[in-house]
């Protein structure tokens, strides 16, 4: 089964960065779609990036390109998501989650989350 979990997260303030890591297991390390999301209090979750083993960063969501930056290492099957330039808009529970389908499609299995706090 696929299992993942997430650390890194903290408070840090605005103009700050954070290098979230996403450790999984029970998948292939050149068979994989990772997305990350995040989900701020009182609103919906959204897609912040995704990656894939074959073609590498496939997505950013608007307001974070140029800021964050995803990242993997297939031996450890690890994500990453570099945050520079951290905003208090940023602040939010970030999860990252696993599927074969499409960065755009269901994700099948979750992490518990981080929380990120950014401070004005």
């Known amino acids: 089964e696929v299992q993942l979990v997430e650390s890194g997260g903290g408070l840090v303030q605005a103009g700050g960065s954070l290098r979230l890591s996403c450790a999984g297991s029970g998948f292939s390390s050149d068979d994989y779609i990772i997305g990350w999301f995040r989900q701020a209090p009182g609103k919906g979750r959204e897609g912040v990036s995704c990656?894939?083993?074959?073609?590498?960063?496939?997505y950013y969501l608007h307001s974070v390109k140029g800021r964050f930056t995803i990242s993997s290492d297939n031996a450890k099957k690890t994500i990453y998501l570099q945050m520079n330039s951290l905003k208090p808009e940023d602040t939010a529970v970030y999860y990252c989650?696993?599927?074969?389908?499409?960065?755009?499609?269901?994700?099948?299995?979750w992490g518990p989350g981080t929380q990120v706090t950014v401070s004005s």
């Open positions: 990656i894939t083993s074959k073609d590498g960063p496939s």
């Open positions: 989650a696993y599927t074969r389908g499409s960065c755009s499609g269901y994700f099948d299995y």
